[in-house]
């Protein structure tokens, strides 16, 4: 026994000399080696630390999915024994057969590996996740930290298409022009070169939270029961901490407005939309009736992504206000375990219009001064245009309108937190469109 210890006290020693002498000699090479040699300590460094919090992740997602089995197995050996699933509704075992592809628009090195960094952290297939990063022209610095990856990512590059002419007054938007050139082009080579039935599509500066993949494949399932869906967003733009409720990490809505920041589509829609895409902005060129179609996206209660660089080619727009506050989800939500049905169009209208039009209506100065606090969810109805946007100020949102739409608004209705409870913002019950109040 003690030439055993002995034996295994000197081979420990040995180890960690062998590894500290490997370091020693990395850090020790001159800047003057070549780009691999003199970045290879780096990515050791980083490599080592990735798997040790990967390893601590994976425990910490195994716990909490054990609690949610525990909860929740009951529950679903209860509904299957009393409803048989509908012919329509796909196995929950093609979960394992889902190929999402996450295409990442670079732009900046200072946030490229920062996303990438944490997709890497969260991800957890590559064979059903496959990274592809589409370079913005091309950027030596950007190319570098890209290649430092290896063979995780795919990385494509858009080619120099020349110079650009823009007139006076267009000038200033010449930023958007070539951003939306390299949108059209990327999507173009998911589709039209690599073949995907489907993509996740966000940009460098976005982070994200652990089931922000598991969120996806659920809705990829969805998907095909409801085709009135066109997108699916993993932002809530006015999800600041004190305006969702946390307990409803799990829950959705759909919304008129289309979202993006991390968000999700099918070939069938760019087949629809790349013959037509446009010069400049076409996020909100997106939300117009022609494109909409009277189609809805989806939506968190609690936000799957949020901007964590606030330049670019918007400036900033909204960083301050909104984008910097959004309360961003800290709870696995293991999907597969959850019944989503409650969101195809026939049963969500069933089930949410006679919540939002049965809860009280109040007056502001009542939610003010704080009064009526037996009212757990309450209603405000506007009337127009005019009540909209004092309403917003009042509530802290968005104001504007894209194409009529106020942002986030389902069927003329928003849902929201203010002080602990839950709001609803909507028209009339007779609603009938849009632009009845706002064209």
């Not at 289309?258 to 010069?279: A, R």
Request: with cysteine.
């Amino acid at each position: 026994m003690l030439k055993k210890s002995i034996f295994f006290f000197w081979g420990a020693a040995l180890f960690i000399a062998w590894n500290c002498f490997f370091f020693l000699f990395l850090w020790s090479r001159p800047p003057s080696s070549s780009f691999f040699f003199s970045s290879l300590t780096a990515e050791v460094i980083r490599l080592a630390l990735f798997f040790l919090t990967e390893l601590e992740r994976q425990k910490e997602l195994l716990r909490q999915i054990h609690l949610y089995s525990g909860a929740l197995w009951g529950r679903r050996r209860f509904f299957f024994s009393r409803i048989t699933p509908k012919p329509s509704s796909p196995p929950l075992f093609f979960f394992a057969d889902i190929v999402l592809p996450v295409l990442v628009l670079a732009f900046f090195f200072s946030t490229v590996r920062r996303c990438l960094d944490k997709i890497f952290f969260f991800f957890s297939s590559a064979q059903r996740f496959p990274v592809i990063v589409s370079l913005f022209f091309f950027h030596a610095e950007t190319a570098r930290v890209i290649a430092s990856y290896f063979f995780f990512v795919v990385h494509i590059r858009q080619p120099d298409l020349g110079d650009f002419f823009f007139s006076a007054e267009h000038r200033k938007f010449q930023g958007y022009y070539i951003f939306f050139l390299h949108y059209r082009w990327a999507l173009g080579q998911i589709f039209r070169f690599f073949f995907y039935r489907a993509v996740i599509v966000v940009e460098d500066d976005l982070f994200f939270f652990s089931d922000f993949f598991e969120y996806f494949q659920a809705a990829f399932l969805f998907f095909f029961a409801d085709r009135s869906l066109w997108c699916v967003s993993a932002c809530f733009f006015f999800g600041k901490e004190q305006m969702v409720d946390v307990s409803q990490a799990f829950f959705f809505y759909r919304t008129d407005f289309f979202p993006g920041l991390g968000w999700f589509f099918f070939f069938e829609l760019w087949d629809e939309l790349e013959p037509k895409w446009p010069f400049f902005f076409w996020d909100d060129w997106m939300r117009q009736p022609e494109q909409r179609r009277d189609r809805s996206c989806i939506r968190p209660e609690i936000s799957r992504t949020m901007i964590f660089f606030f330049k670019g080619v918007s400036h900033g727009q909204f960083f301050d206000h909104f984008f910097f506050f959004i309360k961003l989800n800290d709870r696995f939500v293991p999907f597969f375990f959850f019944y989503l049905s409650y969101l195809k169009k026939e049963e969500y209208e069933l089930f949410f219009f006679p919540k939002v039009y049965a809860a009280p209506e109040v007056k502001v100065e009542e939610l003010q001064g704080n009064r009526r606090r037996e009212l757990g969810t309450v209603f405000f109805f506007y009337s127009g245009r005019d009540s909209f946007k004092a309403f917003a100020i009042f509530f802290f949102l968005m104001d504007d309108l894209k194409s009529g739409v106020p942002r986030f608004f389902f069927r003329g209705i928003v849902s929201f937190v203010y002080r602990g409870r839950r709001v609803y913002l909507a028209p009339p019950a007779d609603w009938t469109g849009y632009d009845l109040f706002f064209f």
